[in-house]
Protein backbone atom coordinates (compact mmCIF):
# COMPACT_ATOMS: atom_id res chain seq x y z
CA UNK A 1 0.00 0.00 0.00
CA UNK A 2 1.98 2.98 -1.19
CA UNK A 3 0.16 6.29 -0.63
CA UNK A 4 -2.94 6.26 1.71
CA UNK A 5 -5.35 9.49 1.61
CA UNK A 6 -7.01 10.79 4.82
CA UNK A 7 -9.10 13.15 3.86
CA UNK A 8 -11.81 15.24 6.01
CA UNK A 9 -15.35 14.33 4.20
CA UNK A 10 -17.41 17.17 6.01
CA UNK A 11 -16.53 20.63 6.81
CA UNK A 12 -13.10 19.76 8.71
CA UNK A 13 -12.39 18.93 12.39
CA UNK A 14 -13.74 14.97 11.36
CA UNK A 15 -11.36 13.55 13.88
CA UNK A 16 -9.04 13.45 10.83
CA UNK A 17 -5.79 13.55 13.77
CA UNK A 18 -7.02 10.68 15.95
CA UNK A 19 -7.94 8.02 12.49
CA UNK A 20 -4.54 9.24 11.30
CA UNK A 21 -2.59 8.45 14.85
CA UNK A 22 -4.37 4.74 14.67
CA UNK A 23 -3.10 4.31 11.28
CA UNK A 24 0.44 5.33 11.93
CA UNK A 25 1.65 1.67 12.68
CA UNK A 26 1.84 0.53 9.80
CA UNK A 27 3.27 4.21 8.15
CA UNK A 28 6.42 5.17 7.70
CA UNK A 29 6.21 8.65 6.28
CA UNK A 30 3.03 11.17 7.23
CA UNK A 31 2.26 14.07 4.87
CA UNK A 32 0.52 16.70 5.12
CA UNK A 33 -0.36 18.80 1.39
CA UNK A 34 -2.37 21.38 2.14
CA UNK A 35 -3.58 24.29 4.35
CA UNK A 36 -1.70 25.83 6.53
CA UNK A 37 -2.03 26.79 10.84
CA UNK A 38 -5.89 27.57 9.95
CA UNK A 39 -5.88 23.87 10.96
CA UNK A 40 -6.27 22.84 14.34
CA UNK A 41 -5.63 18.56 14.97
CA UNK A 42 -6.15 17.01 18.13
CA UNK A 43 -4.56 13.48 19.88
CA UNK A 44 -5.46 12.37 23.24
CA UNK A 45 -2.98 10.13 24.37
CA UNK A 46 -3.58 9.27 27.67
CA UNK A 47 -4.47 12.66 30.25
CA UNK A 48 -2.43 14.64 27.31
CA UNK A 49 -3.84 17.02 24.50
CA UNK A 50 -1.48 17.21 21.44
CA UNK A 51 -3.29 20.11 19.42
CA UNK A 52 -1.16 20.27 15.74
CA UNK A 53 -1.68 22.81 13.36
CA UNK A 54 1.54 22.69 10.72
CA UNK A 55 3.13 19.60 11.82
CA UNK A 56 1.67 16.65 11.25
CA UNK A 57 0.18 14.51 14.42
CA UNK A 58 3.06 11.14 12.94
CA UNK A 59 5.40 13.39 14.69
CA UNK A 60 4.35 11.82 18.23
CA UNK A 61 5.46 8.12 16.89
CA UNK A 62 9.14 7.20 16.99
CA UNK A 63 10.70 6.80 13.53
CA UNK A 64 8.62 7.79 11.21
CA UNK A 65 9.23 10.95 9.01
CA UNK A 66 6.58 13.74 8.90
CA UNK A 67 6.62 16.15 5.82
CA UNK A 68 5.19 19.28 5.52
CA UNK A 69 4.52 19.26 1.60
CA UNK A 70 4.79 22.10 -1.26
CA UNK A 71 1.06 22.72 -0.75
CA UNK A 72 1.41 24.10 2.21
CA UNK A 73 1.49 27.99 3.46
CA UNK A 74 3.73 27.97 6.42
CA UNK A 75 4.14 31.33 8.54
CA UNK A 76 7.33 30.92 9.76
CA UNK A 77 6.94 32.21 13.58
CA UNK A 78 4.29 30.02 13.77
CA UNK A 79 5.76 26.87 13.03
CA UNK A 80 8.98 27.34 15.36
CA UNK A 81 6.57 27.79 18.04
CA UNK A 82 4.82 24.59 17.40
CA UNK A 83 7.82 22.90 17.42
CA UNK A 84 9.23 24.59 20.44
CA UNK A 85 6.39 23.79 22.59
CA UNK A 86 6.38 20.13 21.08
CA UNK A 87 9.87 20.11 22.07
CA UNK A 88 9.07 21.31 25.66
CA UNK A 89 6.91 18.29 26.24
CA UNK A 90 9.64 15.87 24.84
CA UNK A 91 9.15 15.20 21.47
CA UNK A 92 11.94 14.61 19.56
CA UNK A 93 11.84 16.81 16.33
CA UNK A 94 14.85 17.85 13.96
CA UNK A 95 15.63 17.48 10.49
CA UNK A 96 15.94 13.85 10.24
CA UNK A 97 12.42 13.48 11.25
CA UNK A 98 10.93 16.47 10.01
CA UNK A 99 11.15 17.89 6.41
CA UNK A 100 9.77 21.35 5.25
CA UNK A 101 9.29 21.15 1.19
CA UNK A 102 11.95 24.18 -0.41
CA UNK A 103 8.45 24.77 -2.32
CA UNK A 104 5.94 25.74 0.55
CA UNK A 105 4.75 29.19 0.45
CA UNK A 106 5.27 31.40 3.32
CA UNK A 107 2.33 33.22 5.45
CA UNK A 108 3.80 36.37 5.97
CA UNK A 109 2.91 39.20 8.57
CA UNK A 110 0.51 41.17 5.77
CA UNK A 111 -1.22 37.86 4.71
CA UNK A 112 -2.32 37.83 8.46
CA UNK A 113 -3.15 41.66 8.34
CA UNK A 114 -4.99 41.63 5.05
CA UNK A 115 -7.05 37.98 6.15
CA UNK A 116 -8.21 40.24 9.26
CA UNK A 117 -8.76 43.51 8.07
CA UNK A 118 -10.69 41.77 5.13
CA UNK A 119 -12.87 40.19 7.46
CA UNK A 120 -13.52 43.46 9.27
CA UNK A 121 -14.39 45.36 6.14
CA UNK A 122 -16.78 42.71 5.45
CA UNK A 123 -18.71 42.62 8.69
CA UNK A 124 -19.14 46.21 8.79
CA UNK A 125 -20.41 47.13 5.54
CA UNK A 126 -22.93 43.97 5.63
CA UNK A 127 -21.58 42.01 3.03
CA UNK A 128 -21.16 38.92 5.50
CA UNK A 129 -17.61 37.71 6.69
CA UNK A 130 -16.23 34.34 5.49
CA UNK A 131 -15.74 33.65 9.14
CA UNK A 132 -11.58 32.76 8.08
CA UNK A 133 -9.53 31.32 11.10
CA UNK A 134 -7.84 34.96 10.76
CA UNK A 135 -4.59 32.99 10.28
CA UNK A 136 -3.59 34.76 6.83
CA UNK A 137 -4.18 31.40 5.03
CA UNK A 138 -6.57 33.47 2.22
CA UNK A 139 -4.02 36.18 1.30
CA UNK A 140 -1.26 33.81 1.02
CA UNK A 141 -2.56 31.15 -1.08
CA UNK A 142 -3.78 34.51 -3.22
CA UNK A 143 -0.44 35.73 -3.68
CA UNK A 144 0.81 32.46 -4.65
CA UNK A 145 -1.32 32.01 -7.77
CA UNK A 146 -0.82 35.78 -8.77
CA UNK A 147 2.81 34.56 -8.30
CA UNK A 148 3.96 37.05 -6.09
CA UNK A 149 3.78 34.54 -3.00
CA UNK A 150 8.05 34.02 -0.69
CA UNK A 151 8.39 30.39 -0.55
CA UNK A 152 10.38 28.68 1.95
CA UNK A 153 13.69 28.21 -0.02
CA UNK A 154 13.81 32.18 -0.42
CA UNK A 155 14.51 31.89 3.27
CA UNK A 156 18.19 30.44 2.07
CA UNK A 157 18.43 33.79 0.09
CA UNK A 158 18.19 37.27 2.37
CA UNK A 159 18.79 39.90 -0.72
CA UNK A 160 16.07 37.95 -3.66
CA UNK A 161 13.73 37.96 0.13
CA UNK A 162 14.21 40.90 0.51
CA UNK A 163 13.70 42.09 -3.13
CA UNK A 164 10.64 40.16 -3.20
CA UNK A 165 8.96 41.61 -0.28
CA UNK A 166 9.51 45.29 -1.78
CA UNK A 167 8.07 44.44 -4.79
CA UNK A 168 4.91 43.13 -3.01
CA UNK A 169 4.44 45.81 -0.85
CA UNK A 170 4.73 48.24 -3.63
CA UNK A 171 1.48 46.82 -4.36
CA UNK A 172 -0.05 45.93 -1.16
CA UNK A 173 0.63 49.34 0.82
CA UNK A 174 -1.27 51.91 -1.10
CA UNK A 175 -4.13 48.97 -0.73
CA UNK A 176 -3.06 48.64 3.02
CA UNK A 177 -3.70 52.92 3.42
CA UNK A 178 -6.46 53.11 0.83
CA UNK A 179 -8.87 50.37 1.95
CA UNK A 180 -8.06 49.45 5.48
CA UNK A 181 -6.46 52.81 6.70
CA UNK A 182 -3.28 50.93 8.25
CA UNK A 183 -0.05 52.43 8.25
CA UNK A 184 2.03 51.30 5.25
CA UNK A 185 4.61 48.22 5.91
CA UNK A 186 8.34 48.74 5.84
CA UNK A 187 10.09 45.97 3.25
CA UNK A 188 13.34 45.67 5.51
CA UNK A 189 11.64 45.29 8.54
CA UNK A 190 8.91 43.13 7.54
CA UNK A 191 11.91 40.96 5.61
CA UNK A 192 14.02 41.23 9.19
CA UNK A 193 11.16 39.90 11.04
CA UNK A 194 10.78 36.65 9.06
CA UNK A 195 14.62 36.10 7.71
CA UNK A 196 14.96 35.91 11.78
CA UNK A 197 13.87 32.37 11.65
CA UNK A 198 15.88 30.89 8.75
CA UNK A 199 18.71 29.54 10.56
CA UNK A 200 16.64 27.85 12.53
CA UNK A 201 14.23 26.48 9.98
CA UNK A 202 17.23 26.03 7.47
CA UNK A 203 17.75 22.24 8.81
CA UNK A 204 14.23 21.16 7.96
CA UNK A 205 14.00 22.89 4.56
CA UNK A 206 14.61 20.04 1.35
CA UNK A 207 13.23 19.16 -2.16
CA UNK A 208 10.24 16.73 -0.22
CA UNK A 209 9.04 15.69 -3.67
CA UNK A 210 12.19 13.77 -4.73
CA UNK A 211 12.34 12.51 -0.62
CA UNK A 212 9.02 10.89 -1.19
CA UNK A 213 8.95 10.05 -4.62
CA UNK A 214 12.63 8.11 -3.52
CA UNK A 215 10.68 7.01 -0.87
CA UNK A 216 8.07 5.49 -2.59
CA UNK A 217 10.67 3.48 -4.92
CA UNK A 218 12.05 1.97 -2.19
CA UNK A 219 8.93 0.53 -0.58
CA UNK A 220 8.11 2.98 2.33
CA UNK A 221 4.56 3.47 3.38
CA UNK A 222 3.40 7.00 2.80
CA UNK A 223 0.42 8.43 4.59
CA UNK A 224 -0.94 12.12 3.29
CA UNK A 225 -2.38 14.01 5.76
CA UNK A 226 -5.73 16.63 4.31
CA UNK A 227 -6.65 19.43 6.47
CA UNK A 228 -10.16 20.88 6.47
CA UNK A 229 -12.67 19.21 4.59
CA UNK A 230 -13.88 17.99 1.19
CA UNK A 231 -16.64 20.60 1.83
CA UNK A 232 -14.23 23.49 2.47
CA UNK A 233 -12.39 22.25 -0.85
CA UNK A 234 -11.52 25.66 -3.27
CA UNK A 235 -13.28 24.00 -6.06
CA UNK A 236 -16.12 21.45 -4.69
CA UNK A 237 -17.50 23.37 -1.32
CA UNK A 238 -19.55 25.59 -0.32
CA UNK A 239 -17.93 28.68 -2.43
CA UNK A 240 -17.31 31.32 -1.40
CA UNK A 241 -17.28 29.88 2.41
CA UNK A 242 -14.60 27.69 1.99
CA UNK A 243 -10.39 27.70 2.77
CA UNK A 244 -8.09 28.93 -0.16
CA UNK A 245 -6.67 25.18 -1.14
CA UNK A 246 -7.50 21.46 -2.59
CA UNK A 247 -8.59 19.74 0.68
CA UNK A 248 -10.22 17.02 -1.75
CA UNK A 249 -8.12 14.25 -2.22
CA UNK A 250 -7.15 15.63 -5.51
CA UNK A 251 -4.66 18.56 -3.64
CA UNK A 252 -2.88 15.26 -1.96
CA UNK A 253 -0.97 15.14 -5.60
CA UNK A 254 -0.44 18.18 -6.75
CA UNK A 255 0.25 19.66 -3.03
CA UNK A 256 3.03 16.71 -3.00
CA UNK A 257 4.37 16.22 -5.96
CA UNK A 258 3.43 12.48 -5.99
CA UNK A 259 1.64 10.70 -9.17
CA UNK A 260 -2.12 9.94 -8.51
CA UNK A 261 -1.17 6.30 -9.43
CA UNK A 262 0.68 5.75 -6.56
CA UNK A 263 -2.10 6.48 -4.27
CA UNK A 264 -4.00 3.25 -3.37
CA UNK A 265 -6.87 4.25 -0.81
CA UNK A 266 -8.70 7.40 0.68
CA UNK A 267 -9.97 7.28 4.28
CA UNK A 268 -12.79 9.75 4.43
CA UNK A 269 -13.09 11.07 8.16
CA UNK A 270 -16.65 11.81 9.22
CA UNK A 271 -18.48 12.50 12.12
CA UNK A 272 -21.50 10.91 13.57
CA UNK A 273 -22.74 14.21 12.87
CA UNK A 274 -22.22 17.17 11.33
CA UNK A 275 -20.06 20.41 12.83
CA UNK A 276 -18.90 23.65 10.78
CA UNK A 277 -16.88 26.76 12.16
CA UNK A 278 -17.62 30.33 10.33
CA UNK A 279 -20.30 31.29 8.07
CA UNK A 280 -21.75 29.28 5.32
CA UNK A 281 -24.86 27.36 4.62
CA UNK A 282 -25.63 24.52 6.89
CA UNK A 283 -28.61 22.27 5.81
CA UNK A 284 -28.42 20.44 8.69
CA UNK A 285 -27.80 22.41 11.77
CA UNK A 286 -29.44 22.11 15.23
CA UNK A 287 -29.61 25.74 16.71
CA UNK A 288 -31.36 25.16 20.12
CA UNK A 289 -31.61 22.07 22.57
CA UNK A 290 -29.89 19.12 20.65
CA UNK A 291 -27.30 21.54 18.94
CA UNK A 292 -26.09 22.70 22.56
CA UNK A 293 -26.16 18.86 24.05
CA UNK A 294 -23.80 17.61 20.89
CA UNK A 295 -21.63 20.62 21.26
CA UNK A 296 -21.24 20.09 24.72
CA UNK A 297 -21.03 16.48 24.72
CA UNK A 298 -18.46 16.55 21.91
CA UNK A 299 -16.33 19.64 23.33
CA UNK A 300 -17.23 21.31 19.75
CA UNK A 301 -14.73 24.31 20.00
CA UNK A 302 -12.32 25.38 17.67
CA UNK A 303 -8.83 23.80 18.16
CA UNK A 304 -7.33 26.72 16.62
CA UNK A 305 -9.53 29.82 17.36
CA UNK A 306 -11.66 28.48 20.18
CA UNK A 307 -14.77 29.45 18.52
CA UNK A 308 -17.88 27.33 19.06
CA UNK A 309 -18.78 24.70 16.16
CA UNK A 310 -21.88 24.66 14.92
CA UNK A 311 -23.63 21.27 15.18
CA UNK A 312 -26.26 19.28 13.46
CA UNK A 313 -27.61 16.03 12.19
CA UNK A 314 -25.47 14.05 10.19
CA UNK A 315 -26.16 14.54 6.01
CA UNK A 316 -26.00 11.90 3.38
CA UNK A 317 -26.27 14.40 0.44
CA UNK A 318 -22.78 16.25 1.92
CA UNK A 319 -20.87 12.64 2.64
CA UNK A 320 -22.39 11.15 -0.99
CA UNK A 321 -21.02 14.24 -2.69
CA UNK A 322 -17.67 14.13 -0.55
CA UNK A 323 -17.59 10.02 -1.34
CA UNK A 324 -17.45 11.10 -5.18
CA UNK A 325 -15.23 14.51 -5.05
CA UNK A 326 -12.32 12.84 -2.81
CA UNK A 327 -12.79 9.48 -4.67
CA UNK A 328 -13.59 8.01 -0.87
CA UNK A 329 -13.00 4.00 -0.35
CA UNK A 330 -13.75 2.99 3.09
CA UNK A 331 -14.99 6.19 5.58
CA UNK A 332 -13.81 6.33 9.35
CA UNK A 333 -17.00 7.31 11.34
CA UNK A 334 -15.95 9.32 14.33
CA UNK A 335 -17.77 10.63 17.83
CA UNK A 336 -20.27 8.13 18.03
CA UNK A 337 -19.88 7.88 21.19
CA UNK A 338 -21.47 11.75 21.26
CA UNK A 339 -24.94 10.81 20.21
CA UNK A 340 -25.44 8.72 23.24
CA UNK A 341 -28.42 9.49 24.99
CA UNK A 342 -30.43 11.01 22.53
CA UNK A 343 -34.29 8.92 22.61
CA UNK A 344 -33.67 9.49 18.69
CA UNK A 345 -31.30 9.96 15.92
CA UNK A 346 -31.43 11.78 12.68
CA UNK A 347 -30.07 11.43 9.10
CA UNK A 348 -30.54 13.52 6.03
CA UNK A 349 -30.95 11.56 3.08
CA UNK A 350 -32.35 14.17 0.59
CA UNK A 351 -33.22 18.03 0.63
CA UNK A 352 -35.84 19.62 -0.52
CA UNK A 353 -35.14 23.07 -2.51
CA UNK A 354 -38.04 24.98 -3.69
CA UNK A 355 -40.43 21.96 -2.88
CA UNK A 356 -38.12 19.67 -5.28
CA UNK A 357 -36.56 16.73 -3.88
CA UNK A 358 -32.63 17.80 -4.65
CA UNK A 359 -30.12 14.22 -4.16
CA UNK A 360 -27.11 16.00 -5.45
CA UNK A 361 -25.24 18.50 -3.28
CA UNK A 362 -25.80 22.17 -5.15
CA UNK A 363 -23.01 23.90 -6.66
CA UNK A 364 -25.40 27.40 -5.06
CA UNK A 365 -24.78 28.25 -1.91
CA UNK A 366 -27.92 30.17 -1.84
CA UNK A 367 -29.61 27.29 -3.00
CA UNK A 368 -27.97 24.90 -0.19
CA UNK A 369 -29.20 27.84 2.31
CA UNK A 370 -32.94 27.45 1.09
CA UNK A 371 -32.64 23.79 1.53
CA UNK A 372 -35.08 21.73 4.27
CA UNK A 373 -33.10 18.39 5.16
CA UNK A 374 -35.57 15.32 4.48
CA UNK A 375 -34.83 12.95 7.82
CA UNK A 376 -34.96 9.44 8.53
CA UNK A 377 -35.80 9.32 12.16
CA UNK A 378 -34.16 5.99 14.15
CA UNK A 379 -34.04 4.98 17.62
CA UNK A 380 -31.07 6.21 19.83
CA UNK A 381 -29.22 4.45 22.92
CA UNK A 382 -28.82 4.80 26.47
CA UNK A 383 -25.38 2.23 27.28
CA UNK A 384 -22.28 3.76 27.10
CA UNK A 385 -20.37 2.89 24.45
CA UNK A 386 -16.12 4.27 24.99
CA UNK A 387 -15.00 1.13 26.23
CA UNK A 388 -16.49 -0.99 23.35
CA UNK A 389 -13.68 -2.22 20.68
CA UNK A 390 -15.84 -4.75 18.42
CA UNK A 391 -18.52 -3.77 16.14
CA UNK A 392 -20.89 -6.80 17.19
CA UNK A 393 -21.09 -5.44 21.14
CA UNK A 394 -22.33 -2.47 20.45
CA UNK A 395 -25.92 -1.29 20.95
CA UNK A 396 -28.05 -2.70 18.29
CA UNK A 397 -29.33 0.98 17.79
CA UNK A 398 -25.69 1.90 17.04
CA UNK A 399 -25.32 -0.41 14.97
CA UNK A 400 -28.29 -0.06 12.62
CA UNK A 401 -27.21 3.91 12.61
CA UNK A 402 -23.80 2.94 11.39
CA UNK A 403 -24.59 0.56 8.87
CA UNK A 404 -27.36 3.11 7.58
CA UNK A 405 -24.58 5.57 7.09
CA UNK A 406 -22.67 3.26 4.92
CA UNK A 407 -25.69 2.10 2.74
CA UNK A 408 -26.33 5.92 2.11
CA UNK A 409 -22.66 6.37 1.66
CA UNK A 410 -22.10 3.77 -0.61
CA UNK A 411 -18.28 2.83 0.73
CA UNK A 412 -17.87 1.12 4.00
CA UNK A 413 -16.84 2.11 7.49
CA UNK A 414 -13.98 0.54 8.78
CA UNK A 415 -13.83 2.55 11.60
CA UNK A 416 -15.92 3.52 14.45
CA UNK A 417 -14.61 6.24 16.96
CA UNK A 418 -16.06 5.71 20.36
CA UNK A 419 -14.33 8.16 22.80
CA UNK A 420 -12.06 11.08 23.07
CA UNK A 421 -8.71 9.02 24.02
CA UNK A 422 -6.15 7.67 21.14
CA UNK A 423 -7.42 3.89 21.60
CA UNK A 424 -11.51 4.79 21.27
CA UNK A 425 -11.84 3.25 18.01
CA UNK A 426 -13.49 -0.13 16.68
CA UNK A 427 -11.92 -1.72 13.53
CA UNK A 428 -14.23 -3.42 11.14
CA UNK A 429 -13.27 -5.65 8.25
CA UNK A 430 -10.21 -5.43 6.58
CA UNK A 431 -8.22 -2.23 6.57
P1 LIG B 1 -9.33 17.20 12.94
O1 LIG B 1 -9.07 18.65 12.65
O2 LIG B 1 -10.13 16.55 11.85
O3 LIG B 1 -8.09 16.42 13.24
O4 LIG B 1 -10.27 17.16 14.21
P2 LIG B 1 -10.11 18.07 15.55
O5 LIG B 1 -8.97 17.55 16.33
O6 LIG B 1 -10.13 19.52 15.21
O7 LIG B 1 -11.51 17.80 16.24
C1 LIG B 1 -11.93 16.53 16.57
C2 LIG B 1 -12.16 16.48 18.09
O8 LIG B 1 -12.89 15.31 18.40
C3 LIG B 1 -10.88 16.38 18.87
O9 LIG B 1 -11.06 17.05 20.09
C4 LIG B 1 -10.71 14.88 19.11
O10 LIG B 1 -9.99 14.58 20.30
C5 LIG B 1 -12.14 14.46 19.25
N1 LIG B 1 -12.44 13.10 18.80
C6 LIG B 1 -11.96 12.43 17.72
N2 LIG B 1 -12.57 11.24 17.59
C7 LIG B 1 -13.44 11.14 18.61
C8 LIG B 1 -14.41 10.15 19.02
O11 LIG B 1 -14.57 9.11 18.38
N3 LIG B 1 -15.14 10.43 20.13
C9 LIG B 1 -15.00 11.60 20.84
N4 LIG B 1 -15.77 11.81 21.90
N5 LIG B 1 -14.11 12.53 20.48
C10 LIG B 1 -13.36 12.33 19.38
P1 LIG C 1 -8.99 21.20 10.35
O1 LIG C 1 -7.81 20.76 9.52
C1 LIG C 1 -12.69 23.49 10.45
C2 LIG C 1 -12.78 27.15 8.08
C3 LIG C 1 -12.88 28.49 8.79
C4 LIG C 1 -13.67 29.28 7.76
C5 LIG C 1 -13.11 28.78 6.44
C6 LIG C 1 -12.01 29.68 5.85
O2 LIG C 1 -8.72 21.31 11.80
O3 LIG C 1 -10.19 20.37 10.02
P2 LIG C 1 -9.45 30.04 6.51
O4 LIG C 1 -8.83 30.54 7.77
O5 LIG C 1 -9.03 28.68 6.09
O6 LIG C 1 -9.36 31.03 5.37
O7 LIG C 1 -11.04 29.97 6.84
O8 LIG C 1 -12.57 27.51 6.70
N1 LIG C 1 -11.65 26.30 8.50
C7 LIG C 1 -11.79 25.19 9.22
N2 LIG C 1 -12.89 24.65 9.78
N3 LIG C 1 -11.49 22.86 10.54
C8 LIG C 1 -10.40 23.38 9.95
O9 LIG C 1 -9.24 22.71 9.88
C9 LIG C 1 -10.51 24.62 9.29
N4 LIG C 1 -9.63 25.42 8.64
C10 LIG C 1 -10.34 26.44 8.14
O10 LIG C 1 -13.56 28.35 10.01
O11 LIG C 1 -15.02 28.91 7.81
MG1 LIG D 1 -9.52 20.52 13.48
Redesign the pocket.
Known amino acids: MPATIIV?AQW???????VLDALMPDMDIVVRYQGGSN????V?VGTERYAFHLVPSGILHDRKVCVIANGCVVEPVELMKEIDALRARGVRIDGSNLLLSERAHLVMPYHRLTDQMSEKRKESSGEGKIGTTGRGIGPCYVDKVARSGLRAIDLLRPDYFLLRVTQRLAELNPLLTAVYGVEPLDPKKVADEVLAFAPRLKPFIADTAAYLNGALAQGKALLLEGAQGSLLDIDHGTYPFVTSSNATSGGATTGTGISPRKITLAVG?AKAYVTRVGSGPFPTELTEKVGEGLRQR??EFG?TTGRPRRCGWFDAVGIRYAVEVSGIDAIAL?????LTGEPEVKLCVTYDIGGRRVERFPCDHQALAAATPIYETMPGWNESIESVRSFAKLPPAARNFVKRIEELAGVPIRYV????TRD?MIRRGKK
Do not use: F, M, N, S
Request: charged letters at 25%; aromatic letters at 0%.
Open positions: GGDEGKAKAGHTVVGVTTKLDVGVGRA
